[in-house]
């Protein structure tokens, strides 16, 4: 292994935490999420949705499988969750939260990108 696929995997394997953490608080905190969801106006019908993708985009991230598709969907998901959670810029907790949400994106992004296979 060389020290530059090291760094990759481990880069790719701390944002996968983030994601696999975060469907399986979801898991656990449920009927919180169902409320945090109706807060920001997404209909509770999705959370089984958003939680898949959290589980099934973070464990792919983690694996190395497919990553132009699950990087790829976890950037837009944070695109949508930034905008649609985290718009109260009044706020400086919400708005670090929606710049961190946008600089994840951007990584995740990246990973999509430079895994597609160059001819």
């Not at 399986?24 to 807060?39: N, Q």
Request: glycine share 12%.
């Amino acid at each position: 292994m060389t020290l530059e696929s090291g760094i990759t995997i481990l880069g790719r394997t701390l944002l996968a935490l983030l994601f696999l953490f975060a469907g399986a608080i979801k898991v656990t905190s449920y009927d919180f999420f169902l409320g945090r969801m109706a807060g920001g106006g997404v209909p509770g019908f999705l959370l089984p949705a958003v939680i898949a993708l959290e589980l099934g985009g973070g464990l792919a991230l983690l694996l190395g499988w497919k990553l132009q598709y699950s990087a790829g969907a976890l950037a837009i998901f944070c695109i949508a969750t930034a905008a649609i959670f985290h718009h109260d810029f009044a706020n400086a907790a919400e708005r670090n939260v929606f710049f961190k949400d946008l600089a994840l994106a951007g990584a995740l992004m990246v990973i999509a990108v430079a895994s597609v296979t160059k001819p």
